[in-house]
């Protein structure tokens, strides 16, 4: 929230006044039970607890906005409000009055114990501490805590929320981690808008604007960082798994895509809505903006959509019933004219459905008989024959409307489809043809053969093969000339360059440079592995979960973290449990999942397929989240301080050890 300088902003001034009430930060000295006499008076906890307020804290608070416990994410975490009541209940000598023992542990639940000798004198022991709640609790009152877990994860989460780390050791890290690594694999996420905007590269030492044929791809990784770039850029890639048809003689590959059309979207659009034409008497609405998801693809304006007519940019709209055209150059610029008046929002939906064509699938060889790669293990070639394959049917049609039928047809082409059903199998029900949960449908023209997902994978001993289908872009450009959709796009990944050139790069630095900063250990067997058979789909190796861009860029902020000599193990142990959580949702393996439009400034690896699986989680690459300082024993805020994080799911082990996240604010994406 902006404020002015000088003064607070209402949300200070509130959490000022809360603050006050509950008397936060207020130094508190209370009388701690001598637990080495066996004749002690009570404490708190053994008379009374102020169960019901602690329980509305709890549920209010939780532990999403705490940064010292999104230092790592940590199964089944409980509630840090709970514990820090325990502990002050526990050690304060309960008043005299047994129905003042609740109020006086909730009257200093806010406080400021650090000073107080008696707490600082008491030892806590968890020996089975787990993600640290207890001990980082205890710390934050003052007391000694020691801990102890079976599991060496437990220790390095509970060893990095109590690290001694100094922010401004950390924030050097991070700079160092960003100026080594950020220019070699920005490449990878420059992007063209369909507007016909393009990004400008400058080679940084001469300041000299690069021509429009520059690649900085076919530079070598340490050259690419003389290089700055400003313009268009991947905020997400959704990549589609495909089935493999185990018949004999097929072999055919297929997106394994429940429903065509998955994205959806309501736009504000700033409009003069019914506005009647000077020529034919019939009215529409003016649109300051052409709004679109996925501009330069097929449009299709469903039946019942209000008539309508986009400015261009000099204020000209031309009237759809008669064409009569007109100007306005004032309410483009200003959106507010004599003759128009001011505009307003208003509200329409968009959706995006992928082409038949692609869900078609592709050979598993080509038209030479050389094999297509795209599965974890695949050689370089092969792989970026698949890509190539894939891209070459690629589209998109756009749809503005609220109720999308089930059949539609492309304005361009004429070709109907069905927007409801991809390329599951189906099955007979009292309600007409269903899909099958876990199947495809072999979509080969001379197959056709029904396959159980799993069934199919299994037969393979391999994981599906992986092919990027859209990116979702921002143009800065655009979002500067008053898109609706802020600049934000869907673009097909036709262009598998970016895609192609990880790959290739990525299979001769895994073996060089980069040996050793990925997970080259097989998946522990384990309940959630093992037993929910993630190995039968293909996944043996915790390396197959992830793309080989992801590996690339990954293996890269490992490598520049843990080498950095010039930081203390202090300031890397923090990073290298962000980078714990970095992994966790940077990983391509994930169920099935309707794309969520909200844009934030990180570009993402997004899977989408049939099968059900864990929880639905967006994959993604990240070079921008801010690390906060982390507190331990010092600490007299019950907040403490920072930035929160997102939790994301449980991690995955990268080359056994847990490793580290990386910083910025600015929109610098990997």
Same mark, same amino acid.
Request: aromatic share 8%; charged share 25%.
């Given at each position: 929230?902006?404020?002015?300088?000088?003064?607070?902003?209402?949300?200070?001034? &509130?959490?000022?006044?809360?603050? $006050?009430? @509950?008397? /936060?930060?207020?130094? !508190? %000295?209370?009388?701690? +039970?001598?637990? #080495?006499?066996?004749?002690?008076?009570?404490?708190?906890?053994?008379?009374?607890?102020?169960?019901?307020?602690?329980?509305?804290?709890?549920?209010?608070?939780?532990?999403?906005?705490?940064?010292?416990?999104?230092?790592?994410?940590?199964?089944?975490?409980?509630?840090?409000?709970?514990?820090?009541?325990?502990?002050?209940?526990?050690?304060?000598?309960?008043?005299?009055?047994?129905?003042?023992?609740?109020?006086?542990?909730?009257?200093?639940?806010?406080?400021?114990?650090?000073?107080?000798?008696?707490?600082?004198?008491?030892?806590?022991?968890?020996?089975?501490?787990?993600?640290?709640?207890?001990?980082?609790?205890?710390?934050?009152?003052?007391?000694?805590?020691?801990?102890?877990?079976?599991?060496?994860?437990?220790?390095?989460?509970?060893?990095?929320? &109590?690290?001694?780390?100094?922010? $401004?050791? @950390?924030? /050097?890290?991070?700079? !160092? %981690?960003?100026?080594? +690594?950020?220019? #070699?694999?920005?490449?990878?996420?420059?992007?063209?808008?369909?507007?016909?905007?393009?990004?400008?590269?400058?080679?940084?030492?001469?300041?000299?604007?690069?021509?429009?044929?520059?690649?900085?791809?076919?530079?070598?990784?340490?050259?690419?960082?003389?290089?700055?770039?400003?313009?268009?850029?991947?905020?997400?890639?959704?990549?589609?798994?495909?089935?493999?048809?185990?018949?004999?003689?097929?072999?055919?590959?297929?997106?394994?895509?429940?429903?065509?059309?998955?994205?959806?979207?309501?736009?504000?659009?700033?409009?003069?809505?019914?506005?009647?034409?000077?020529?034919?008497?019939?009215?529409?609405?003016?649109?300051?903006?052409?709004?679109?998801?996925?501009?330069?693809?097929?449009?299709?304006?469903?039946?019942?959509?209000?008539?309508?007519?986009?400015?261009?940019?000099?204020?000209?709209?031309?009237?759809?019933?008669?064409? !009569?055209?007109?100007?306005?150059?004032?309410?483009?610029?200003?959106?507010?004219?004599?003759?128009?008046?001011?505009?307003?929002?208003?509200?329409?939906?968009?959706?995006?459905?992928?082409?038949?064509?692609?869900?078609?699938?592709?050979?598993?060889?080509?038209?030479?008989?050389?094999?297509?790669?795209?599965?974890?293990?695949?050689?370089?070639?092969?792989?970026?024959?698949?890509?190539?394959?894939?891209?070459?049917?690629?589209?998109?049609?756009?749809?503005?409307?609220?109720?999308?039928?089930?059949?539609?047809?492309?304005?361009?082409?004429?070709?109907?489809?069905?927007?409801?059903?991809?390329?599951?199998?189906?099955?007979?029900?009292?309600?007409?043809?269903?899909?099958?949960?876990?199947?495809?449908?072999?979509?080969?023209?001379?197959?056709?053969?029904?396959?159980?997902?799993?069934?199919?994978?299994?037969?393979?001993?391999?994981?599906?093969?992986?092919?990027?289908?859209?990116?979702?872009?921002?143009?800065?450009?655009?979002?500067?000339?008053?898109?609706?959709?802020?600049?934000?796009?869907?673009?097909?990944?036709?262009?598998?360059?970016?895609?192609?050139?990880?790959?290739?790069?990525?299979?001769?630095?895994?073996?060089?440079?980069?040996?050793?900063?990925?997970?080259?250990?097989?998946?522990?067997?384990?309940?959630?592995?093992?037993?929910?058979?993630?190995?039968?789909?293909?996944?043996?190796?915790?390396?197959?979960?992830?793309?080989?861009?992801?590996?690339?860029?990954?293996?890269?902020?490992?490598?520049?973290?843990?080498?950095?000599?010039?930081?203390?193990?202090?300031?890397?142990?923090?990073?290298?449990?962000?980078?714990?959580?970095?992994?966790?949702?940077?990983?391509?393996?994930?169920?099935?999942?309707?794309?969520?439009?909200?844009?934030?400034?990180?570009?993402?690896?997004?899977?989408?397929?049939?099968?059900?699986?864990?929880?639905?989680?967006?994959?993604?690459?990240?070079?921008?989240?801010?690390?906060?300082?982390?507190?331990?024993?010092?600490?007299?805020?019950?907040?403490?301080?920072?930035?929160?994080?997102?939790?994301?799911?449980?991690?995955?082990?990268?080359?056994?050890?847990?490793?580290?996240?990386?910083?910025?604010?600015?929109?610098?994406?990997?």
């Amino acid at each position: 929230m902006a404020k002015t300088q000088g003064r607070k902003s209402k949300a200070e001034t &509130l959490l000022d006044d809360v603050s $006050s009430i @509950v008397g /936060a930060k207020k130094k !508190r %000295v209370l009388e701690c +039970v001598d637990f #080495s006499d066996p004749n002690r008076p009570k404490s708190c906890l053994e008379v009374d607890f102020p169960i019901l307020p602690i329980n509305e804290v709890a549920v209010i608070e939780g532990n999403a906005d705490k940064p010292i416990y999104q230092v790592s994410k940590y199964w089944a975490r409980r509630s840090s409000s709970v514990f820090r009541s325990m502990l002050i209940a526990g050690a304060a000598k309960a008043p005299d009055s047994d129905k003042q023992a609740g109020a006086l542990v909730w009257q200093s639940f806010y406080g400021n114990h650090q000073s107080n000798e008696d707490f600082s004198r008491l030892k806590i022991a968890d020996i089975f501490m787990g993600g640290g709640t207890t001990l980082v609790e205890a710390a934050r009152l003052g007391m000694t805590a020691v801990g102890n877990d079976l599991n060496p994860m437990a220790w390095f989460v509970v060893k990095s929320e &109590l690290s001694q780390a100094k922010k $401004s050791d @950390v924030e /050097a890290l991070l700079s !160092r %981690v960003n100026q080594q +690594v950020f220019g #070699s694999i920005r490449p990878y996420y420059a992007h063209s808008c369909p507007r016909g905007h393009r990004g400008v590269w400058t080679e940084v030492a001469k300041g000299r604007e690069m021509p429009s044929d520059f690649d900085p791809l076919t530079l070598p990784p340490e050259e690419r960082g003389g290089y700055s770039y400003r313009g268009p850029e991947l905020i997400y890639t959704f990549w589609a798994k495909h089935g493999q048809c185990q018949a004999q003689g097929c072999g055919h590959r297929t997106p394994l895509v429940t429903v065509p059309l998955f994205a959806r979207k309501t736009l504000l659009i700033e409009s003069w809505e019914d506005r009647e034409c000077q020529g034919c008497g019939k009215t529409f609405d003016v649109e300051r903006f052409d709004a679109r998801m996925a501009p330069g693809e097929d449009f299709l304006v469903l039946e019942g959509e209000k008539p309508f007519a986009v400015m261009d940019k000099d204020g000209r709209f031309a009237c759809p019933h008669c064409g !009569r055209e007109s100007e306005d150059l004032r309410a483009k610029v200003e959106g507010n004219s004599s003759s128009l008046g001011k505009s307003a929002n208003k509200r329409v939906d968009f959706s995006l459905v992928l082409s038949p064509k692609w869900l078609k699938g592709t050979p598993a060889a080509d038209a030479q008989g050389l094999p297509m790669g795209g599965r974890p293990g695949d050689d370089a070639d092969s792989t970026v024959r698949w890509y190539a394959a894939r891209s070459s049917t690629l589209s998109f049609l756009e749809i503005r409307g609220a109720n999308v039928p089930s059949e539609v047809s492309n304005p361009r082409t004429g070709e109907t489809f069905n927007t409801a059903i991809g390329t599951p199998a189906m099955r007979q029900t009292a309600n007409g043809p269903q899909p099958k949960k876990s199947s495809f449908a072999c979509q080969d023209s001379t197959c056709g053969r029904e396959w159980d997902v799993l069934d199919s994978m299994r037969s393979s001993g391999r994981a599906g093969a992986m092919a990027p289908f859209a990116h979702h872009v921002h143009c800065p450009e655009c979002e500067a000339a008053g898109d609706p959709y802020s600049g934000r796009m869907f673009v097909p990944a036709r262009d598998a360059r970016g895609v192609s050139s990880a790959e290739r790069e990525w299979e001769k630095r895994n073996v060089a440079d980069l040996k050793g900063f990925w997970p080259e250990d097989p998946i522990s067997d384990g309940w959630k592995t093992h037993k929910w058979g993630i190995p039968d789909h293909g996944y043996t190796h915790y390396w197959k979960m992830f793309n080989s861009r992801q590996l690339l860029v990954l293996s890269q902020i490992l490598r520049a973290i843990t080498t950095d000599e010039q930081s203390p193990w202090e300031a890397r142990r923090p990073c290298w449990a962000h980078f714990s959580n970095m992994c966790a949702t940077r990983i391509s393996f994930v169920s099935g999942m309707r794309v969520r439009t909200r844009w934030s400034p990180t570009s993402r690896e997004t899977t989408i397929h049939s099968n059900p699986g864990p929880s639905k989680t967006m994959c993604s690459e990240s070079l921008a989240v801010a690390i906060g300082s982390h507190a331990s024993k010092g600490c007299s805020n019950h907040c403490n301080g920072g930035r929160g994080l997102g939790r994301g799911s449980p991690r995955r082990r990268f080359n056994g050890t847990p490793r580290i996240l990386q910083s910025s604010s600015s929109r610098a994406r990997a």
